[in-house]
C-alpha cells in the first residue's frame, strides 16, 4: 500500500499522512506537554484552572472533524461518537477536568488516531485539472472512455446523463476528483456541463459520447484549475500477509489470542460458547491487519465463510484451549482466501473548507 500511495504522492503531488507527525508530537514529553499548556489555557475560558464540559466542546468537535465526522447535530450516529469522545474526557460523570486528565485523554486519542494513520496512510492531493489534462491526451483516453459507455445502463439517458455517469466512473489515477462528492458535482460538474449547452434531443452513440465527453472533460480541466479539489486517498490491500505474520509468531499470537479470550464470557465451568468466536475475531483484527466486522463487505463475506465452515453459530460450549484452537484455525481459512484473492479498498473524499471553530486543537 505504501508503494501505491508513494507513487500517488508523485503523480499529483499529494502529502502523505501516516500518523508519524502526531506520534512525534506526543512522544516528545516537553513539545507535547507545551503544545497542551497552549491548548488547555485556549479551552479555559473562566481561567479557572479546569475545563467544563462547555469549556471542552470545542475540543471535542475538533477531534470529531478529524476522525472525518460531519458536525455535530448531523446524525444520530456521528452524535453517539462525539458523546463517547466526551465521556472519555470526563469519565461520563465529571463536571470539570483538570489539565493532567485532559493530557492523558488527548494523549490517548492522538496516538489511536497515529495507529490508524499507520495503519492507513491517507494521502492529500489537490487536484488542479493537470492530470486529468493528461488523461485526455494520453492513447488511452478512447479505449478506456469506450469500455466506460459500454458498461453504463441508461435505456431512457440523455447524453447528459451518460457524460455525467462517465464522471462517476473515473477515478483519481485518472485526475478526477470523485464526481458524486456534492461539492464536486455542484462547483465543478455542473458548471462544465452547463457551459456546453447540450442538446437534450441528441441521440446517444459512441461517436458522439466520446466526442461530448471529451468536450466535457476539457471544461472540467478549466473548472479544477480556477478551483482545485483537495481530496484524501487512502488505499488499503488485505493480502493474509497481516494474519501470517501474527501466527508465525507464538509468543505473540499467544498472547493477542489470551487478550481476546478475556473478552468474552464464560460459563461457570470455564467454557465458552462458540458464538463468540466473532466477537474475539474482532478484538484481534488490529493485530491481523484486518478491518473490524461490518467495515468492508468484501471481507465480511470471506470472515463469514470462515466462521460457518467452522459452524460458529452452533452455540456449542467449548473449552478454552479448543476456543483458541478454533480462533487461530478461522485466522487461518481466512489468510488461505485472502492470499488466494487479496481485496483493496480506496477511500476518496474531497476535504471542504474547515468547520469554523473557537478551537484549534489538532492544528500543530
Aim: charged residues 25%.
Amino acid at each position: 500500500m505504501q508503494n501505491k500511495d508513494a507513487e500517488m504522492n508523485s503523480k499529483i503531488g499529494g502529502k502523505v499522512m501516516d500518523g508519524s507527525d502526531i506520534m512525534e508530537l506526543v512522544e516528545n514529553e516537553k513539545v507535547f506537554s507545551n503544545f497542551v499548556d497552549h491548548k488547555f489555557q485556549e479551552l479555559d475560558r473562566d481561567c479557572d484552572g479546569n475545563l467544563s464540559v462547555k469549556e471542552l466542546q470545542p475540543a471535542v468537535a475538533d477531534i470529531g472533524a478529524a476522525l472525518g465526522l460531519p458536525a455535530q447535530g448531523s446524525s444520530p450516529e456521528s452524535d453517539h461518537i462525539y458523546r463517547e469522545v466526551l465521556d472519555e474526557f470526563t469519565h461520563g460523570k465529571q463536571e470539570k477536568i483538570s489539565k493532567i486528565e485532559f493530557k492523558e485523554v488527548l494523549s490517548d486519542i492522538l496516538l489511536g488516531m497515529a495507529a490508524g494513520l499507520k495503519r492507513d496512510p491517507v494521502v492529500i492531493l489537490r487536484m488542479d485539472g493537470q492530470d486529468l489534462f493528461e488523461f485526455i491526451s494520453s492513447p488511452t483516453f478512447d479505449p478506456e472512455m469506450l469500455t466506460i459507455f459500454s458498461e453504463i445502463e441508461l435505456p431512457d439517458g440523455s447524453l447528459q446523463d451518460y457524460i455525467i455517469k462517465a464522471f462517476e466512473k473515473l477515478t483519481v489515477d485518472q485526475g478526477m476528483p470523485p464526481a458524486t462528492d456534492p461539492w464536486v458535482a455542484i462547483n465543478i460538474v455542473e458548471p462544465a456541463l452547463k457551459s456546453l449547452r447540450i442538446d437534450p434531443q441528441q441521440p446517444v452513440s459512441q461517436e458522439i459520447f466520446l466526442a461530448e465527453f471529451k468536450r466535457a472533460t476539457e471544461s472540467v480541466v478549466q473548472h479544477l484549475k480556477e478551483q482545485p479539489a483537495i481530496v484524501a486517498h487512502s488505499q488499503n490491500t488485505f493480502d493474509g500477509s497481516g494474519i501470517k505474520q501474527l501466527l508465525s509468531n507464538k509468543f505473540e499470537s499467544d498472547k493477542i489470542l489470551d487478550s481476546a479470550l478475556k473478552s468474552v464470557p464464560k460459563d461457570r465451568h470455564g467454557k465458552i460458547s462458540k458464538e463468540y468466536l466473532r466477537v474475539a475475531l474482532d478484538v484481534i483484527a488490529p493485530s491481523a491487519g484486518l478491518p473490524p466486522i461490518g467495515a468492508v463487505d468484501q471481507m465480511d463475506k470471506i470472515t463469514i465463510k470462515a466462521l460457518e465452515m467452522f459452524k460458529a453459530d452452533d452455540g456449542k460450549l467449548v473449552k478454552v484451549d479448543e476456543f483458541k484452537k478454533l480462533l487461530t484455525e478461522v485466522l487461518g481459512s481466512i489468510m488461505l482466501q485472502l492470499q488466494g484473492n487479496p481485496i483493496s479498498v480506496f477511500v476518496n473524499s474531497v476535504v471542504h473548507e474547515p468547520i469554523t471553530s473557537s478551537s484549534t486543537l489538532l492544528q500543530t
